[in-house]
């Protein structure tokens, strides 16, 4: 077999990727792909890039054997990557450190993104602050409403939050802002994307900062549990986690890849967000891929429990390991992800985010159908903290 070397020139990965953006982001495209080709065969890029993700993001984070539970289950063994243990509590800032140390070497002292529940508005807010550049987040309005503590928490990171009021006021008008933005400033301005979607080099560029997920899995599982492990299974909203531990591991054929999206409140009553099970091929955020489109190509609002699930595509990369057959793709529900939030916090004092959680969901239903030596190696993604008023509503609870 040929070593895995997708996406072409063009961002190709298979019929999906590429680009598709207005004629004055061509240039910008063209900018952005030079200097990545450039710096990340960089000794001086790579070694600032590996001290950042030491010294300031926390890694490497352990792989950890949930024993306890897994003696539970009475099959497989379940094993967590720990990214709930990085600076600001998730897997976000590997991509944010990656992008905005790009961003300085093309001297843009101006960042953009845009975000739906806030977590990678709060990633990209903290690495500005670090670099000192500034730094503009636009969110649907609706969404920094539901979301208020995270507003708070990019203000106090010293980043100017603006309020989307057009369309349903959500992620996918969000992002048609920060595209409009970049347009109109896109000689001083760098747009973070945060997670594996956008036009090329977005997906095959953050896959690639998060690559360092799996990269540390490649040695740790065979020093700590022995071995690879048979299963990695990881939840899916654009993407960024998942291929960010699935990468390193396609070339190994014996690892079998599982990405869970959010079946919300069950696949066949359209309340999900589910673009790989049950999404239809279009172009969405400059590349094409599988998204959530009503028969005339609307985007439809997506659904889940987890806002961080809430993305109304996925990475193009995804769409073609699915099609290929490399990578599986299944649904967890809210009360799947739910009921394994609850269990995590109890069985192994670990209050899992609840994006994590569909993952951690699925490996639960896998591991008592397998022989006690099989390992699963579960990505989780981020921390719960955040997600603790959405768990105590409910359980109908008031904080
Ligand atoms: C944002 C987020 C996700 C979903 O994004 P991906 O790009 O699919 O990884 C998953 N888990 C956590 C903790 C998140 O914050």
């Known amino acids: 077999m040929k070593p895995y070397s997708l996406p072409d020139d063009q961002g190709h990965f298979g019929q999906y990727g590429g680009s598709f953006v207005s004629e004055t982001l061509v240039h910008a495209l063209d900018e952005l792909k030079r200097a990545y080709e450039k710096y990340r065969n960089d000794p001086d890029f790579q070694n600032e890039f590996a001290y950042e993700l030491k010294h300031f993001v926390g890694r490497p984070s352990p792989v950890y054997h949930a024993r306890r539970w897994s003696e539970r289950l ?18 976000k800032i590997n991509n944010c450190i990656g992008q905005i140390l790009l961003a300085k070497r093309m001297g843009k002292p101006r960042i953009i993104a845009e975000t739906g529940a806030g977590q990678h508005g709060v990633a990209t807010a903290t690495v500005a602050a670090r670099y000192g550049l500034e730094c503009v987040v636009y969110m649907g309005s609706e969404d920094t409403r539901r979301q208020a503590s995270n507003v708070y928490r990019m203000k106090l990171l010293g980043a100017t939050v603006v309020p989307v009021d057009s369309g349903s006021r959500t992620l996918k008008d969000a992002l048609n802002e920060a595209m409009r933005d970049w347009v109109t400033n896109v000689e001083n301005t760098f747009y973070i994307i945060g997670t594996v979607a956008g036009p090329h080099p977005y997906p095959a560029m953050v896959r690639d900062f998060q690559a360092v997920i799996g990269n540390e899995c490649l040695e740790q599982m065979p020093a700590e549990a022995g071995r690879q492990p048979d299963y990695v299974v990881a939840a899916v909203g654009g993407g960024s986690n998942a291929m960010g531990i699935f990468h390193p591991y396609i070339d190994h054929e014996n690892v079998q890849l599982i990405g869970v999206e959010a079946a919300g409140e069950g696949l066949d009553t359209g309340r999900h967000a589910a673009s790989l099970n049950a999404g239809a091929v279009g172009v969405l955020h400059g590349n094409r891929t599988y998204i959530m489109q009503d028969e005339n190509g609307q985007i439809i609002e997506t ?14 990369e995804h769409a073609w390991l699915k099609d290929c057959g490399r990578a599986q793709y299944v649904g967890v529900t809210d009360e799947e992800a739910l009921q394994a939030f609850h269990d995590c916090c109890r069985t192994e004092g670990i209050m899992p985010a609840l994006e994590s959680s569909h993952a951690i969901a699925h490996a639960v239903r896998l591991a008592p159908t397998l022989p006690k030596d099989k390992i699963i190696l579960v990505n989780l993604s981020g921390r719960g903290d955040k997600d603790m008023h959405t768990v105590a509503e409910r359980s109908g609870i008031s904080l």
Do not use: C, M
């Open 74 to 91: 009475g099959g497989a063994q379940i094993w967590f990557k720990r990214e709930d243990l990085n600076h600001t509590g998730a897997h």
């Open 303 to 316: 659904h889940s429990v987890s806002a961080g699930l809430d993305y109304p595509g996925v990475g193009p």
